[in-house]
Nanobody
Framework: DVQLQASGGGLVQAGGSLRLSCAAS????????IGWFRQAPGKEREGVSC????????YYADSVKGRFTISSDNAKNTVYLQMNSLKPEDTSVYYC??????????????????WGQGTEVTVSS
């Protein structure tokens, strides 16, 4: 079975940092681009970032560019999201999902074939 296990969320003050991890299993890791999306209560899903585990190309939502960094460790079948300079508006439940699709000009979206339980991030002001 495909599993995407997200972890690393927590409570942090504005300006702080967190690193989320997504442990993947049940599929060949570099067959898919993997990413993160978030959803806050009462709000729509928002794609945050997407990385090609094949060539490492990384795309970001405009709202997180320059603050978040996605990376992958193919030996560990794990994708990370380093979140710096966190803002209260980053408060949400973060999910890792696969596959995501990367387009020209840095845009991306998700097919939502697979995603796991989320990890909650709360940023206090």
């Amino acid at each position: 079975d495909v599993q995407l296990q997200a972890s690393g969320g927590g409570l942090v003050q504005a300006g702080g940092s967190l690193r989320l991890s997504c442990a993947a299993s049940g599929f060949t890791f570099d067959d898919y681009a993997i990413g993160w999306f978030r959803q806050a209560p009462g709000k729509e899903r928002e794609g945050v970032s997407c990385i090609s585990t094949n060539d490492g190309s990384a795309y970001y939502a405009d709202s997180v560019k320059g603050r978040f960094t996605i990376s992958s460790d193919n030996a560990k079948n794990t994708v990370y999201l380093q979140m710096n300079s966190l803002k209260p508006e980053d408060t949400s439940v973060y999910y890792c999902a696969a596959p995501c699709r990367q387009y020209s000009r840095g845009s991306f979206d998700f097919e939502y074939d697979y995603w796991g339980q989320g990890t909650e991030v709360t940023v206090s002001s």
